[in-house]
């Protein structure tokens, strides 16, 4: 494989280029047929009455309508870090790599859900919650729902870092530049705390950024098993 080169902004490729599209046309149709369209293409927990295995593609290319930030945030990251992803591997490959971090992302996530619910089960069992309260919570994890890119640019993230661990970022407001594997590094902690701090309530789903980061990981790994040169 050719080495990755780096020099400031440049126009995406052809697959980031449709996908940025495909979620901003995609933002707008939410903004006009809201739940519409929101509820049935969002990732639900499996034995919701919402659920439809469609959704593990589909949650990937809706972003929360509330705040356009979230889309743009998650777009600029694609396009950071998976141009050069899609430069070294080509159109299809890239492709197929999003696509399979994205699906790994909402797999998680939904064993995420079958957790939580296990967790308020026990606590009921043992009397550490009321009734009242085990209802309340398991019909806010049966009703939940994820919707994002965020999985998917996290494994992106997780390739780019693992083919080029030493590449520096700058990361406002910190004034020095800090290497993609310690980035990355900061990155899970901050969602592995997250995910398993009971009392975040953030509206984050943290399990499907790491589940991305996981995949994304592993594939990277796989196709790069033969080439040890920028793994260090």
Request: proline share 5%; with cysteine; net charge positive.
């Amino acid at each position: 494989m050719g080495q990755v080169r780096f020099g400031g902004f440049q126009a995406p490729p052809p697959v980031i280029k449709n996908l940025i599209i495909i979620n901003a046309l995609m933002w707008i149709a939410e903004l006009t047929f809201k739940d519409a369209l929101v509820d049935p293409l969002s990732l639900h927990y499996v034995k919701s009455p919402n659920f439809g295995f469609w959704q593990l593609l589909t949650y990937m290319f809706l972003h929360s309508p509330a705040s356009i930030f979230h889309l743009l945030f998650n777009m600029l990251m694609l396009w950071v870090f998976g141009s050069q992803l899609e430069y070294r591997w080509g159109a299809k490959r890239f492709l197929l790599f999003y696509l399979i971090c994205g699906v790994g992302a909402g797999l998680i996530q939904l064993i995420a859900y079958h957790v939580d619910l296990n967790i308020i089960m026990s606590k009921f069992n043992n009397n550490t919650i009321s009734l009242a309260e085990a209802q309340g919570r398991a019909y806010g994890v049966m009703f939940s729902s994820t919707l994002g890119a965020s999985g998917a640019i996290m494994g992106v993230m997780a390739a780019f870092t693992y083919l080029n661990p030493n590449h520096e970022m700058l990361l406002f407001p910190i004034p020095i530049p800090i290497k993609m594997k310690y980035l990355m590094v900061g990155y899970v902690l901050l969602d592995l705390f997250g995910g398993i701090n009971p009392g975040r309530g953030d509206g984050i789903a943290h399990f499907a950024h790491l589940g991305g980061a996981l995949f994304g990981f592993l594939l990277v790994a796989i196709m790069n098993r033969n080439n040890r040169r920028t793994y260090y």
